[in-house]
């Protein structure tokens, strides 16, 4: 189980030493979104980020970024895979990763697209937006994957995201998740990286049991 990070929509003070951090304690990917930020601001972002952890990396917006830094992945949202001519760009590209958000499970199984995996949301009440509550009914995913499998229809990985803080990690690992990703339980905290190791650290746990 994988254990992957959003990065704030606004940026938090000493935001890239912490991201660094974090990778340096083991965080397996890193999700830059940035609302309404412009090409500059993720260029300059990435830049400040050490090539090593390129690899890491999935940018949600401006895939021409990609010419750039060919190591980094791209995430779709929503309206993207749903626009079959931006889906065209962006394949042209060539990531070295590619994700999608899904809200709905039937849009995972129907989904065309060869993807690496996918954020399903929101599995809990969300942490960083109030009022977004819980919609998915996670005990389905299991079914899922066993159709799959029978119809010879591969499903990605599938990355739980909404709510997620170590009080509730381990259920998704004991529903048959295959990563989880966390926003408002990093940023929100006084205790980032603390927050994230402790996370970390439970999943350890859990699949060395």
């Known amino acids: 189980m994988k254990l992957l990070v959003i990065t704030p929509e606004i940026n938090v003070p000493n935001e890239i030493a912490i991201v660094i951090e974090l990778f340096e304690r083991g965080m397996r990917r890193l999700h830059l979104r940035k609302k309404n930020a412009g090409i500059d601001v ?16 999935s940018i949600h917006s401006f895939p021409e970024l990609l010419k750039q830094f060919p190591l980094v992945g791209f995430h779709c949202t929503t309206e993207v895979w749903k626009n079959e001519e ?95 990703a966390v926003l408002g339980a990093i940023w929100q905290s006084q205790q980032p990286v603390e927050n994230f190791v402790q996370m970390k650290e439970t999943i350890e746990r859990l699949m060395n049991n």
Not at 42 to 57: A, E, G, M, T, V
Not at 143 to 172: C, F, H, M, Y
């Open 86 to 180: 931006q889906m065209k760009e962006i394949q042209s590209y060539q990531p070295a990763v590619l994700s999608a958000s899904f809200h709905a499970w039937d849009e995972i199984e129907q989904t065309p697209y060869v993807l690496n995996y996918v954020f399903i949301s929101p599995v809990f009440d969300s942490i960083s937006k109030q009022g977004y509550k819980a919609s998915i009914d996670r005990s389905k995913l299991k079914a899922i994957k066993t159709r799959g499998e029978q119809l010879n229809n591969q499903i990605p990985a599938v990355i739980a995201l909404g709510g997620i803080d170590a009080g509730n990690i381990s259920t998704l690992y004991q529903e048959d998740f295959d990563g989880a």
């Open 42 to 57: 993720y260029r300059n972002y990435l830049q400040q980020i050490p090539f090593q952890f390129h690899s890491l990396i």
